[in-house]
């Protein structure tokens, strides 16, 4: 991933901490989609250059703070146009957030 890309994470359990666990692992769950038996460890925001960027990177955060998925995973895009000459070129940036979990059983 690019060294510059901004984000945020909130841990909402301080007393508990995790190993690392492996990025790849880290399952990616979209709004609406059925997960299993989790507890919270934490919030995750990402800015990237792309919806599989933000993702990817949320997922190497994730895994950095010992969680097995990622919930509620939702993109939101942001789209500026500026105009050289007479030509409109389009800026997007993407936002992805999500709640990182540790499975229950």
């Known amino acids: 991933m690019a060294g510059c890309t901004p984000y945020h994470i909130t ?10 666990t492996q990025t790849e ?7 609406g989609e059925t997960i ?9 925001v990402a800015v990237g250059q792309s919806e599989k960027h933000g993702v990817e990177f949320l997922r190497e955060k994730a895994a950095s703070i010992g969680a097995d998925a990622i919930t509620n995973v939702e993109v ?30």
């Open 11 to 20: 841990l909402t359990n301080e007393m508990s901490s995790y190993p690392a």
């Open 36 to 44: 299993p038996p989790a507890k919270e460890i934490g919030t995750l």
């Open 76 to 105: 939101k895009i942001q789209t500026q146009v500026y105009l050289i000459l007479i030509f409109p070129i389009p800026s997007h940036t993407y936002f992805v957030s999500g709640t990182a979990v540790k499975y229950t059983n």
């Open 25 to 31: 692992k880290v399952k990616v769950f979209f709004q």
